[in-house]
Nanobody
Framework: QVQLVESGGGLVQAGGSLRLSCAAS????????MGWFRQAPGKEREFVAAIDWSGAYTAYADSVKGRFTISRDNVENTVYLHMNSLKPEDTAVYYC???????????????WGQGTQVTVSS
């Protein structure tokens, strides 16, 4: 089992950058693929990015490709989401999640954090 805690959200102007962190507890972190999802008010939770256990494989939603980068540190038990060129439509609660394999499907993830709010002003 793994517990996940996100941090790093906040208010930023359009065009700015933020780095989200997701700290995991539990000795098995390096065996999990990790994903980032987001949910805006009135919308369904949507896939943002995923990374395999080693960091060698990554995947991104088309809406964030070229602007966001997912990475992980298996020594620090942390996964990151580096967000650049932020847009108002990126405003959402961002969640990290753990799964046996990288996936863009939220239902396939076993463990979730509580989320961190990202607000991008125009």
């Amino acid at each position: 089992q793994v517990q996940l805690v996100e941090s790093g959200g906040g208010l930023v102007q359009a065009g700015g950058s933020l780095r989200l962190s997701c700290a995991a507890s539990g000795r098995s972190f390096r065996s999990y693929a990790m994903g980032w999802f987001r949910q805006a008010p009135g919308k369904e939770r949507e896939f943002v990015a995923a990374i395999d256990w080693s960091g060698a494989y990554t995947a991104y939603a088309d809406s964030v490709k070229g602007r966001f980068t997912i990475s992980r540190d298996n020594v620090e038990n942390t996964v990151y989401l580096h967000m650049n060129s932020l847009k108002p439509e990126d405003t959402a609660v961002y969640y990290c999640a753990a799964n046996n394999a990288p996936s863009s499907i939220a239902l396939e993830y076993d463990y979730w954090g509580q989320g961190t709010q990202v607000t991008v002003s125009s």
